[in-house]
């Protein structure tokens, strides 16, 4: 089955009511965030469009466990809404033309080369949304900025859309507003739902009151806020900032932990009751993943240098240095208590995604710790839930076990760097020395440690990256385990 745009002449006035929005991007964002946008504006038609059409497709699926992104709740509110008033589609042009609204949802990913290569965010995508939104567009268009932007993108949009436009749209008119979003993955949809708040921003009061009024009709009023264009674009870019700050701050306490006898869920704790800094996001663990954190947070250095704020900029870099530090310490501690070398040992991988409910792997923790092993002659069995072989085949850029048997190439080049991905199975431990917990999906809290210790190699260790593991279970099983964060386990 698919689902195209329905047929919907556009002939909107500005202050009349929205009936038809276009997202283009139909990413971990984008889907999400219109599935419930749809759910909770049934007067008004959703157009979701990319220009990936394997993507497009999965969306479309009959089969509900084939949607692109994994996230709790999200099938239930495709399935009631897809076809209804909402699409999924290639048809970018055609969506464009019949917006009243569109919503820019593309990848914002930090620049690879050029001028500001590994700090400034690339902008090729959202450039590209916008030369297309001004060949396209008719009448009257708010063009609402949903991707994480660097300060002042609206400008570049507004000079594009204005610009760009073809001599039949040349009475073509644009209002320009950043709307960041701030869910998180894997609670997507309750973020979407109860958001802490909705922040808008823009220049002109009749625009934000048409997407003030979307969000009426499920958020309280008292959560929206309306700012100035650029306080928006970067307030979206300093919450990932102090997020992130939060979490490397906690890495950093966790380390210090380990080294004198302190317990960082102890600490954690005690400092959690003080609401001046609050129990959320002090959790010690591998280090921060996600596509956004790092990202965000280089592009705010970036920012910082270019505006002649070198110390601001030295600040914030600082966290993403000990996220890194911290991810590479985790391997660094594995090779040491497997007296010092892991060739032709066998360690389970029990998770791959960079948080649990999420099929996500982008900037994974995983994805480097599960590097560094396999440098040191590892041979690693991985489960994760949710996450698929060949993501975790791109992630590594080694082929899994399986496929180098069979091509003589891979063989020669891989024999030493062995992985495959398994099913969480009693065999899944047969002979392995140890077992390193990266995500903190719930299953993983309830292994029977009693059966899987009678399968592994002696000496075996337990490596809790996530604490989530009942100790006193663990060594009672006659395993050693290694806590992050705990210094009273040495
Ligand atoms: P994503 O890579 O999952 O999705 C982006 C999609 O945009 C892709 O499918 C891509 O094919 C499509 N695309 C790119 N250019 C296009 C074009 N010109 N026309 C049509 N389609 C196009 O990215 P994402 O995770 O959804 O993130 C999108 C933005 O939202 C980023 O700026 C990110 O920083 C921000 N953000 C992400 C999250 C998150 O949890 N992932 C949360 C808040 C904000
Ligand atoms: C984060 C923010 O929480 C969202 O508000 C924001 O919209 C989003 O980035 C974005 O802009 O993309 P997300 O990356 O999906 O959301 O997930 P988080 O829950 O923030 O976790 C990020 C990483 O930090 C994960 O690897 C997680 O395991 C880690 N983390 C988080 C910790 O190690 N400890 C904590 O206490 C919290």
Redesign the pocket.
């Known amino acids: 089955m698919s689902f195209y745009c329905n047929k919907f002449i556009k002939q909107l006035n500005l202050n009349e009511v929205i009936k038809n929005v276009c997202c283009i991007g139909a990413g971990y964002v984008g889907g999400p965030t219109m599935s419930v946008f749809s759910d909770k504006c049934k007067d008004i038609v959703f157009n979701v469009v990319d220009v990936n059409e394997e993507r497009i497709e999965a969306w479309n699926s009959d089969d509900l466990d084939k949607l692109p992104i994994y996230e709790p709740g999200l099938d239930e509110i495709v399935e009631r809404c897809r076809g209804n008033n909402l699409f999924f589609s290639c048809e970018v042009k055609k969506c464009i033309a019949e917006a009243d609204m569109i919503f820019i949802s593309v990848n914002t990913p930090t620049k690879t080369k050029g001028i500001g290569a590994g700090k400034a965010s690339d902008l090729k995508w959202v450039e590209s949304c916008a030369r297309q939104i001004s060949k396209y567009a008719t009448l009257h268009t708010i063009v609402v900025e949903k991707s994480?932007l660097p300060v002042r993108t609206g400008e570049v949009i507004k000079e594009i859309l204005d610009s760009s436009k073809p001599l039949e749209n040349k009475n073509s008119t644009f209002d320009i507003l950043s709307n960041p979003?701030?869910?998180?993955?894997?609670t997507a949809i309750n973020d979407l739902l109860n958001p802490d708040r909705v922040l808008i921003g823009g220049e002109n009061q009749d625009a934000i009151n048409e997407l003030h009024s979307i969000y009426k009709n499920w958020i309280p009023e008292e959560k929206i806020i309306h700012t100035n264009l650029w306080s928006s674009e970067l307030s979206?870019l300093t919450?990932?900032a102090f997020?992130a700050q939060?979490?490397s701050s906690?890495n950093s306490i966790g380390a210090l932990c380990e080294a004198t006898g302190a317990d960082i869920r102890e600490v954690s704790r005690a400092i959690g009751k003080d609401s001046r800094i609050g129990a959320?996001?002090?959790?010690c663990?591998p280090?921060?993943?996600?596509?956004?954190?790092k990202k965000?947070i280089l592009n705010l250095v970036y920012l910082a240098n270019y505006f002649g704020l070198p110390e601001v900029g030295d600040f914030w870099e600082s966290v993403v240095l000990l996220n890194s530090w911290n991810q590479n310490r985790m391997s660094r501690i594995i090779l040491q208590k497997l007296f010092g070398t892991l060739t032709g040992k066998k360690i389970a991988i029990l998770g791959f995604a960079?948080?649990a409910n999420t099929n996500d792997t982008r900037e994974s923790?995983a994805i480097q710790i599960c590097k560094s092993l396999l440098e040191e002659g590892a041979n690693l069995k991985i489960h994760d839930p949710k996450v698929s072989k060949k993501q975790i085949s791109n992630d590594l850029s080694i082929p899994p076990e399986d496929e180098c048997i069979k091509n003589p190439e891979f063989n020669k080049l891989y024999s030493d760097k062995k992985w495959n991905k398994y099913s969480l199975t009693e065999d899944f431990f047969n002979d392995v020395d140890a077992i390193v917990i990266l995500t903190e999906w719930v299953i993983y809290s309830k292994l029977d440690w009693k059966v899987i210790s009678n399968k592994l190699r002696s000496p075996a260790w337990v490596f809790d990256t996530r604490l989530i593991v009942n100790e006193q279970e663990v060594l009672e099983s006659g395993l050693n385990l290694w806590r992050v964060g705990d210094g009273t386990l040495n």
């Open positions: 994480t979003e701030f869910l998180a993955e894997g979206k919450a990932n997020l939060r979490v906690i959320k996001f002090i959790n663990g280090g921060f993943g996600g596509s956004c954190f965000d960079f948080k923790p």
